[in-house]
């Protein structure tokens, strides 16, 4: 026997994981077992629904919730999957709309209400171009991960059976759709479906230079029990992590590895634009803002009842001036 702590870990296929399943890097004192095979949906629903794993990356929205539901469950600063959303909004083109203000009124189909992009581009929707979110009707196509009852003032309505968001918004039936995937017709040239923001791409680089967010969709969640165990965990996994991550940023900046003839270009592009370490981890003060602000958004969407202080939600894994280089060399 190793004589190590196992914990199952459920999480996505990503590169920046990529060394801890292969076992390049190990967490300190830790055996990790790496789930891999499941998609968002099954995992988030699982590990929010049952706890069914020790450490389990989850939409920060839904975190957020079942926080504050009482759920026996911290956060590590530890953020696997971050997207701009601008370019995830869609539109019939035959709908009259011409901008982001013409939603008001409308009725907007998602999978669900709890997405973490869908929370991040009602919540930009609202602050930056005068959507107020309960000035339009939601229309689901699904459960949400975590139960809750719509307050007040908040329209959402479920599909029937056998109805398709795709096939709504392409029929004109809905007038838009915003949700975490591109729709199908989108991705099959269907003329007609647009981007609400054709320059999404333009707009978000912009909107990283006025507010320095890179919108966080995930958060790393552990068992409450096992830091309380365990107090040393918590850290040894974040340091595991980052370290992984720092691997998986040294693989991809090869030009041979990506087969992409411009992935090298489109690598510098992003370092030139979101700085050396986008996938950054810990309560930095940028995670602060970006963390504060889903929050926010999160609580004035009707979601939870109270909007803690971030050092309730995250374990303290700030190693503070140990964290330097060794001395006694």
Request: glycine share 10%; with cysteine; aromatic share 10%.
């Amino acid at each position: 026997m190793s004589g190590k702590l196992k914990l199952t870990v459920a999480c996505g296929d990503y590169e920046i994981v990529r060394a801890l399943k292969e076992g390049a890097v190990e967490a300190d004192g830790i055996e990790l077992v790496l789930l891999t095979g499941m998609g968002s949906r099954e995992r988030h629903w699982r590990m929010a629904r049952k706890l069914e794993f020790d450490v389990c990356e989850i939409n920060v929205g839904a975190y957020f919730m079942a926080r504050d539901r009482g759920a026996p469950v911290t956060a590590l600063p530890v953020f696997l999957h971050r997207r701009f959303r601008h370019g995830f909004a869609f539109v019939n083109v035959n709908a009259g709309i011409r901008s982001p203000k013409d939603l008001i009124g409308k009725r907007i189909g998602g999978t669900n209400f709890q997405p973490a992009g869908n929370i991040w581009l009602r919540g930009i929707l609202e602050e930056n171009y005068g959507v107020p979110h309960q000035q339009v009707t939601w229309v689901v196509e699904r459960s949400e991960d975590v139960e809750f009852t719509p307050p007040p003032g908040l329209k959402i309505e479920k599909i029937a059976p056998g109805q398709s968001l795709d096939k709504m918004l392409v029929d004109g039936e809905l007038p838009a759709l915003i949700q975490p995937y591109i729709p199908r017709p989108f991705l099959a040239g269907d003329p007609r479906v647009a981007r609400l923001f054709p320059n999404y791409k333009d707009i978000e680089r912009e909107y990283f230079a006025h507010t320095g967010i890179f919108p966080i969709m995930h958060v790393t969640a552990i068992k409450q029990e096992i830091v309380d165990r365990y107090p040393w965990v918590a850290t040894n996994l974040v340091k595991a992590f980052d370290a992984a991550k720092q691997l998986a940023y040294k693989r991809v900046a090869n030009p041979r590895v990506l087969p992409l003839a411009w992935g090298r270009t489109a690598w510098e592009e992003e370092r030139d634009v979101l700085g050396d370490d986008p996938w950054q981890y810990g309560l930095t003060e940028a995670n602060r803002k970006n963390l504060s602000t889903i929050l926010g958004y999160v609580h004035r969407q009707g979601l939870i009842g109270r909007s803690p202080p971030l050092g309730e939600l995250f374990a303290d894994t700030d190693l503070g001036d140990a964290g330097g280089a060794d001395e006694n060399i």
